[in-house]
């Protein structure tokens, strides 16, 4: 049987996502193809510049482009002006103005665009403190605090999700009723309103590069997890929300809600991966998509979990030994924990300007939040030994386990206690991605009678309907 | 059902609305917040939404960090474990701190505040662990865990109750002695209050143990998941089904 078809045959990707992914895949492509019409745009602006609305274009043009890799701080200024300016004209100007933007993808790109300068910048600031040695560029550094500054970052996209009402439209979405009742002057032009959308999207992302992953999860509360979602027409927005929020589950300990996430972009990606080869972001989304195995590769170690076939085999081709290592768990898999951890993480910012006369006071971001994650990783390093002897047994005697394990009877006592709190975790049923349920996240069991392990295991019934489907669609 | 992260019964409407609106990020709201967490500390309430939203504020503005009211909130944090409370608390603290750093390199820094996040930092991890008898032995070691506690009311109390639900999950029956440790209960008429009293747990002083009567996470049930089938599964071989027949 083909790819396609066990794709087919699985009821639990929901019934109506093939028509949707197929609707999904032919909209990448004109994506794709748009990329190209946009490049020949850029050029023809770039032709004649003088005028009043030329310039506009030229604004609008360069909000969405990249940096150059090697732009001089000079640049960087520049841009954050460029920026400041055009988000004035927009949100400020007397009644919305009235724009033709270069393209429907265009205001994901600003807002991409934006975010990652912002969190670039942050990032320069930081490592120019750290070395201490180009004492030119700090002093330009020290004379701009508010450049770059968070607070006008988080002003720009919280304006323009209130310019464009976009929460009242999803919420009104949401309940069934027309979004235009609620969109007001603004919200009910598509520039204000992508605008507003992505700004959503822009802010999941900051809150996550600032460490608040709970605020991160609040922020979508008015946008439905779902293909059908508005995010889901931009393959790079639709990714980038995935990782996000399958990031921020998991800094909450949320193991099985990171899968979850992780997963049905993980799909999806492998789906359409046959146009990424075409199109200009394939690099990104390929670098995206191995760091999101890596974060799958920890969950799925901290939490044993059948996944969908096509992410396990392709999880087994690019982890497949560094899985098992994690799996195995102990002291030995801690530093592969911490390695894949610092691959696959945000590129995590300080918010506030560093301390540059004191350079070995500033300390690397990401090395602050990597050292809260493998804190809970040494707390529960434990927990797969245990599991995998335990699944021996129905009864057991802690001195006797101790002794294969080598370890204290108390220090086992104490993993014993940790195996079972980290087995129950929040799960999410239904509502804002904040909400959930407890729920029992593993199979075994165990409870303590003075020293004596009582086990159980909850065995998961044959699985029917699936193999009966599958094999109806082959003869039917 | 248990209440959102974003929820809390306790939550005054006023704090709710800063919440809910923009004025989180509004550096006059610090004072509220502050007032707030001393009044959690009063309580033995926790609201762990708004405690982050404060810290937030200092994440923002540094200069209104109230070293204090910081280390508070951390210690508020240790009295829910186990929970992503104390270590998302951690994250929004600025990167100098330096939670987990052992090798001592910022003691050089002479930083108390530093040294405060470190040690509850210490104490969140003997928790987390469920080293509870290390746990107890490092909190009275040093004087500096007694003034980092004070503020917060009952904490060795939370902490103890906090404790003892985790045993109750996992145990139906543990030993006088170890419980002894567990709850820096060394009086046997303490404890045996407490057991009763406050866990309604049953203490049998002949065999030396106590028992945890079951409860819904220590009663360990083998049972076999049934597979979940509904009509909308076999959707698309119905609609085949009326496709090929018309």
Known sequence: MSYEERANARPNLGDDSDVEEEALVNDYREQVNFDDSMSELDRTTSLGAGSQTQDLQAQLAAAATPLEYQATLETKFASYDNYCSLFHYILNSEGPVDLEVPSYYWAWDVIDEFIYQFESFCRYRNRVARSGSNEEEAQLLRENPNTWGCYSVLNVLYSLIQKSQINEQLAAMKRGEDPLAYAGEYGSRPLYKMLGYFSIIGLLRVHCLLGDFSLALKTLDDIEMNKKAMFARVMAAHFTTYYYVGFSYMMMRRYADAIRMFSHILVYVSRTKNFQKGGNSYDAIAKKNDQMYALIAICVALQPTRLDDTIHSALREKYGEQLHRLQQGGPEALPLFEELFRSACPKFISPTPPDFDNPAVNVDPVDHYTGIFMDEIKNTIHNPTIRSYLKLYTTMDLKKLAGFLEVEPEKLRSWLLVNKQRSRQVRWIEGGLLEGEPAVANDLDYALESDLIHVSETKAGRRLVDWYLRNLARVY | ?246
């Open chain 2, 1 to 246: 059902m248990v209440a959102a992260f974003d929820k809390c019964e306790t939550r005054p409407a006023n704090i709710d609305a800063i919440l809910e609106g923009l004025d989180r990020y509004n550096p006059e709201t610090t004072t509220i917040f502050q007032d707030y967490v001393a009044q959690q500390c009063e309580d033995r309430s926790f609201d762990c939404y708004a405690n982050l939203a404060l810290l937030k504020l200092y994440q923002f503005n540094p200069h209104l960090l109230q070293a204090e009211t910081a280390t508070n909130v951390l210690t508020k944090a240790l009295t829910v474990f186990p929970s992503p409370a104390f270590s998302l608390c951690l994250a929004l603290l600025p990167a100098y701190t330096q939670p987990f750093n052992t090798d001592g390199q910022a003691a050089a820094q002479n930083n108390d505040f530093v040294e405060s996040v470190q040690k509850l930092a210490q104490l969140s991890t003997l928790l987390e662990s469920a080293q509870y008898a290390q746990f107890w032995s490092t909190l009275n070691s040093d004087d500096l865990y007694a003034d980092l506690v004070a503020d917060v009311a009952g904490f060795e109390e939370l902490v103890r109750i906090r404790i003892a639900l985790e045993i109750g999950k996992t145990f139906r029956e543990i030993s006088i002695d170890i419980l002894e440790q567990w709850l820096d209960l060394r009086s046997r008429d303490a404890l045996e209050k407490f057991a009763t009293e406050v866990c309604s747990w049953q203490v049998d002083n002949a065999a030396g143990v106590v028992r945890v009567p079951t409860n819904k996470e220590n009663e360990v049930r083998s049972e076999v998941k049934s597979e979940r089938v509904g009509i909308d599964m076999f959707g698309r071989v119905i609609r085949r089904g009326f496709e090929q027949a018309a």
